[in-house]
């Protein structure tokens, strides 16, 4: 993804609360469960930092990021960077409720592009995996829980 780029938006209602939704993506044991399975550590309070790795064609991808914006049961930010490659994004979830159920609006905004010649970073991918991750996972995730 390029600076560019317009931003990558997902947005799913979900008939879940706010509160389980928020939990989805604040709690650590929860978000092993859609998300990434190794993130060693996560919480949702500015300036909390972790990174973990990811294995993708034979190349790795340490994720780091850095908690930059908390509201409980509102909005969370993080900056997400890849160590070893250029490139500084932010991610933003913001919940709203909506007829009893929640709104989640995923946005990714890229601030220092990324290397064009590497797949996983190209604008397809980004919207790929956030689309997997948000309206797949979560959604499956949160349609067990219910159960």
């Not at 979900?14 to 859609?34: C, Y």
């Not at 060693?40 to 990021?65: A, Y």
């Not at 989640?104 to 991750?133: D, M, Q």
């Amino acid at each position: 993804m390029k600076v560019d780029d317009e931003p990558v938006i997902v947005e799913e209602t979900f008939g879940a609360t706010i509160d389980t939704v928020w939990k989805s993506i604040t709690e650590v044991d929860l978000m092993r469960q859609w998300y990434f399975e190794n993130i060693p550590e996560f919480k949702p309070e500015v300036g909390f930092e972790t990174q973990f790795n990811v294995k993708s064609q034979g190349r790795d991808f340490l994720h780091k990021w850095t908690v930059t914006e908390v509201v409980p049961m509102g909005r969370m930010t993080y900056n997400w960077k890849f160590d070893g490659y250029p490139g500084d994004s932010f991610v933003v979830f913001e919940l709203s409720e909506l007829d009893g159920s929640t709104m989640l609006r995923l946005t990714c905004v890229v601030k220092e592009s990324f290397p064009e010649n590497i797949p996983e970073f190209s604008r397809e991918s980004c919207v790929a995996g956030w689309k997997y991750f948000i309206a797949q996972r979560l959604r499956e995730f949160l349609e067990g829980k219910m159960c």
